[in-house]
């Protein structure tokens, strides 16, 4: 790949060696890039050290070494990635581009690039991607490949910028790259995101399931995958988008209320009609 | 296997040739069963036939035919497999054995029960399992491997009769055999089965989704597969196990109730455990 903006003599930083970082730090290694690493334990920097993930890594946060970065690209929960900021936004380079991971981005985005220096500039991304494990000992680029990768630029943002997470994206081999408002991204990963971990969580808070396992066919064990869940990391993702996302869960209940009074009053056309409509706009699913 | 009552000499009738129908003729003539068939196109009998699904079969209901087998099998929808037994509940051998394959229970059951003359027995069962593919073309006896498969016993069955239905879904190769009531079934059927058909079809009818592709990870795909529904049979199920299923889903919308008052009051304790709940069940179903 002939990258313009992510060239290979860029220096990259990513903070947070997680399941996420980890696998951008695997994938960017492999194609030739230098990938260095801030985070919180020793143990993850020497196994991703011994496992070519990334150069080197350190668990302090010093200015002498975040200065000689490029691109910093944070994989952290939101909240801890805004405490970092807040203390140490003048440890970056003249030029630099920030970039994260998180899942939400009305509720940080802004905040993040207003503590920012005038001379260092963030492009939010958020890679659609993810598994049921953590830590970078599950680090996999192979995530990446079916996956979304939405860009959410603030008109702060420079063109050549977002062209150098473009290629980002792009290096990473998620399938599709999309450009969106903070808002469109919100209002999207609330309906498609978060809305459904609520749908998994609720239906198997319904009742106790040890012996249901006996009667299920893969419709429920489809529908409640998700509802294994890492309850820190959603709670918060919920909170930092609570208005978009009570507005989604309004729409399905809704919905979901329109189909049962076609049911209770034996209305078999209109039952016919959305399910036929449910199944002609799945087919744009398929992958 | 070695079966003690469901020999090889029983003479074998599957009335209606699908996917189902034909997944059972299939695994049951790759045995050294002898299957036989009743189904309404000619041409579905002619590729069976051909393919070795089935020893031989027609697409006249004739009492002279009907009457040859010890086990006939209906692999029909609950509406159509009544009006068939209404017709014909009098074209049975003395002693056979009947058995069907219905996703409903109590309202099926009793009814076909008290149709059939003193000497024919009904046992019902419901294979879980399917495929997003119809008609025999598409048989595959794979589809019940991984499966469940219940047997609803009324009082009136012997203990030989279900015996037999139970060597059925074993040489089916089903993963787990239960044993239920008609309204045990019913009520499981209603949270596991229906209930999820209802929040994929209910999700999908929220918005148009030809862009959403775009932005949607595993979790939203994974909700929605069986958004692609065939709107003929499941409205008939949903309709014939209504009260069950109203009752089911109201259970469903006031946990997801519950957990929208926890997001809409920040009360993050309880957000969590509901997760850390919704986490430790999903774990029974793990495969």
């Given at each position: 790949m002939n990258n313009k903006y992510l060239t290979k003599d860029l220096k990259i930083l990513i903070v947070g060696l997680g399941l996420i970082g980890g696998s951008y730090a695997k994938s960017l290694m492999a194609k030739g890039y230098k990938v260095y690493a801030i985070t919180k334990k020793q143990e993850d920097i020497d196994f991703a050290k011994n496992n070519q993930i990334i150069v080197d890594g350190t668990t302090k946060v010093l200015k002498s070494y975040v200065s000689q970065f490029d691109l910093v690209i944070f994989a952290l929960y939101p909240k801890i990635f805004l405490n970092w900021i807040e203390k140490y936004h003048n440890y970056f380079k003249k030029g630099a581009i920030i970039n994260d991971v998180s899942g939400v981005k009305s509720n940080i985005v802004y905040k993040i690039s207003n503590m920012l220096p005038n001379d260092v500039e963030f492009v939010a991304s958020h890679p659609m991607a993810g598994k049921e494990v953590y830590g970078?000992?599950?680090?996999?680029?192979?995530?990446?490949?079916d996956a979304n990768f939405i860009i959410t630029p603030t008109n702060k943002n420079t063109s050549n910028a977002i062209k150098l997470i473009e290629e980002l994206g792009k290096t990473l081999e998620f399938a599709n790259i999309s450009i969106l408002s903070c808002r469109q991204h919100d209002e999207m990963i609330a309906f498609l995101s978060q809305l459904t971990h609520c749908i998994a969580v609720s239906l198997m808070a319904c009742k106790p399931s040890h012996h249901l396992k006996d009667y299920t066919g893969d419709s429920f064990r489809d529908l409640t995958?998700?509802?294994?869940?890492n309850e820190n990391m959603w709670s918060e993702l919920f909170l930092l988008n609570k208005n978009e996302l009570l507005s989604q869960m309004d729409l399905f209940i809704n919905k979901f209320n329109e189909l049962k009074d076609y049911i209770a009053n034996d209305d078999i056309e209109n039952m016919k009609k959305m399910m036929r409509l449910s199944t002609k706009r799945r087919k744009y699913f398929n992958k």
């Open positions: 970078v000992k599950n680090s996999d680029p192979n995530i990446f490949k995958r998700i509802a294994n869940i």
